[in-house]
């Protein structure tokens, strides 16, 4: 019986919540608010590669939001939005170029009634859908699909 919480499983996990928050931080400006890039989101597309990238940024989401001061319902719902696309990646690792699709789909539901009743943002929730939902596929489907077809180009040792 293979053992699902290894220490490489918990080191890859880990690593990759770090560098989710440290790329939240770096880029908090565009990180935040109603229209947002939140580049820390191309790291939704690791799940592609391991199983650890679904802790990994679920993990790094709700660590970043901890840290840039969020609202409990910002913690909360962001951080579930990003374990759904998280687990929707995981699940269409088939396809690469089916892995965006969880992630973008599932912030561009869940954030615009975050920023609606979390923060009071005034505006319509089809707006709201259509900022967020452009921001994550730039940072997602462009800068992620770089960042895969980056990553799979790496010995298929570094993601067992």
Not at 18 to 30: D, E, G, K, N, Q
Not at 33 to 38: C, L, W
């Amino acid at each position: 019986m293979k053992k699902t919480f290894t220490t490489r499983f918990i080191a890859q996990a880990g690593i990759i919540a770090a560098i989710y928050v440290a790329l939240v931080l770096l880029f908090a400006p565009i990180s935040f608010n109603v229209i947002q890039f939140r580049i820390a989101e191309a790291l939704a597309i690791l799940p592609y590669f391991t199983p650890a990238g679904i802790p990994g940024v679920t993990i790094g989401c709700l660590i970043g939001n901890l840290i840039g001061m969020g609202e409990p319902l910002d913690i909360i719902f962001g951080t579930l939005a990003t374990l759904i696309g998280a687990f929707g990646s995981y699940a269409l690792r088939r396809n690469k170029w089916l892995v965006p699709i969880p992630p973008i789909l599932s912030n561009t539901i869940i954030i615009p009634w975050v920023l609606r009743f979390a923060y009071g943002v005034p505006d319509a929730i089809p707006y709201l859908m259509l900022t967020v939902g452009i921001g994550e596929v730039l940072a997602i489907y462009v800068l992620g699909m770089i960042l895969l077809l980056t990553l799979e180009r790496l010995p298929k040792k570094y993601f067992r």
